[in-house]
């Protein structure tokens, strides 16, 4: 078969009376056939998907989005196999935008040995290490080589040369004012060990980032926090400590003043 085009049809006959069994009986007429063809000297896949985390409806793009893929070829050349692989993804944050990407290329290639391969000898001998004189050394490795690049958008913040505000501003699609503070509510349990921070805003854009950075300005300590949709508007419920001792009133007029300055 000269192409893996090309087909080859093998037709196998026999007429009746062919040959007879130890009875006497004779065989039947029979026909078949059958295609040749050269095998595949290719092989290849590819994988794509991703994960992705809605808010209800609370956010206008999902608050996570992770994205990636994978393609492997398995390939007989002339000189021996070749394997491939590539991938690459994306981590994406409601209102932070990508945070980081990755791709890259591995190959490996199994032909025969040639004159830039390395052996085992050479290999040992590059790291300082000794090799007796035997031809077990002397076998030619695979070649293997591949780049990756890694990139982060939040490396200038983590490095202290950028602010999250910037970052925000930047990816964020509409220039938009911070949400507005509607109402701030203190609701203290007689045994409970935390104190609840109800805080009603005009939208529910960034209100977590907002209500929790104010909170930290204050030196409030958090231990956790909750967002929903309350009769078309959007609430957060922050359990905080440190505020044991604070009034109500001085709770509400803090707040309210720090995030009231934003807008």
């Known amino acids: 078969v000269a192409s893996l085009r090309d087909r080859l049809e093998v037709v196998l006959s026999m007429e009746q009376g062919a040959w007879t069994d130890s009875a006497g009986n004779e065989s039947e007429a029979f026909s078949a056939s059958f295609t040749v063809h050269r095998p595949a000297t290719t092989f290849y896949i590819s994988l794509a998907g991703g994960m992705t985390l809605d808010a209800a409806g609370l956010t206008d793009e999902p608050l996570l989005d992770i994205r990636g893929y994978v393609n492997f070829e398995a390939k007989e050349t002339d000189s021996g196999p070749r394997l491939r692989l590539e991938f690459g993804g994306t981590f994406k944050v409601v209102y932070l935008g990508n945070l980081g990407s990755a791709a890259g290329v591995f ?128 609430m957060a419920t922050f359990y905080v400590s440190g505020v044991s001792k604070i009034a109500d009133t001085t709770i509400v007029t803090a707040l309210t003043e720090l995030l009231q300055s934003r807008v």
Request: proline content about 5%; cysteine-free; hydrophobic content about 45%.
């Open 107 to 234: 190959v490996l290639d199994l032909s025969a040995p040639d004159a830039d391969s390395v052996t085992v000898r050479d290999l040992l001998t590059d790291m300082g290490i000794p090799v007796p004189d035997s031809a077990v050394f002397d076998l030619a490795l695979p070649k293997l080589w591949g780049v990756i690049k890694v990139e982060t958008n939040l490396e200038l913040a983590l490095n202290g040369r950028a602010l999250v505000e910037e970052i925000l501003a930047k990816n964020i699609r509409h220039a938009e004012s911070p949400p507005i503070l509607e109402q701030v509510q203190v609701r203290r349990g007689r045994h409970d060990r935390f104190t609840a921070i109800e805080m009603a805003f005009s939208s529910p854009r960034g209100i977590l980032y907002y209500a929790s950075k104010a909170i930290s300005e204050l030196r409030w300590d958090i231990n956790s926090a909750r967002m929903a949709l309350f009769r078309g508007r959007a």
